[in-house]
């Protein structure tokens, strides 16, 4: 998780005006909860959806290495059970202390992964 101001600093009239003036937004976006768990009700038919198309979706795996093509484009993930992933496109859900780790290096100049810089990863208990 990223910093997160700490609720007891925090007045819950800052959230309350912030929501309402979000939900009182007539052209704005949209909002809606779930009904239901977010395993059940996001992520497995999201799983379903790229599984239904061919992809394929690895859970429990931690990757070692994120190895690029010459045209620094992913050419595979390697996993820490020596495991290669390849594939057309790819996924990768991670805290940001981990993906700063693993961030290929010519990949860090690029502007994009920059940004990283300025991230902290938070421990969520």
């Excluded at 805290?95 to 994009?112: G, H, M, N, R, T």
Aim: proline letters at 6%; hydrophobic letters at 45%.
């Amino acid at each position: 998780a990223l910093n997160f101001i700490n609720p007891d600093e925090l007045s819950m009239q800052c959230i309350l005006i912030a929501l309402n003036r979000f939900l009182q937004e007539k052209h704005g976006s949209k909002m809606a909860f779930l009904d239901g768990n977010p395993p059940e009700r996001l992520c497995k038919p999201i799983a379903a959806h790229i599984e239904s198309l061919g992809g394929q979706v690895v859970l429990n795996s931690r990757i070692q290495k994120i190895e690029l093509n010459a045209d620094k484009s992913v050419k595979h993930f390697v996993l820490t059970n020596g495991n290669i992933i390849t594939g057309d496109a790819y996924v990768f859900a991670t805290p940001v202390d981990i993906l700063k780790l693993l961030l290929p290096e010519d990949w860090k100049e690029i502007s994009y992964f920059k940004k990283l810089d300025k991230l902290v990863g938070v421990p969520v208990i």
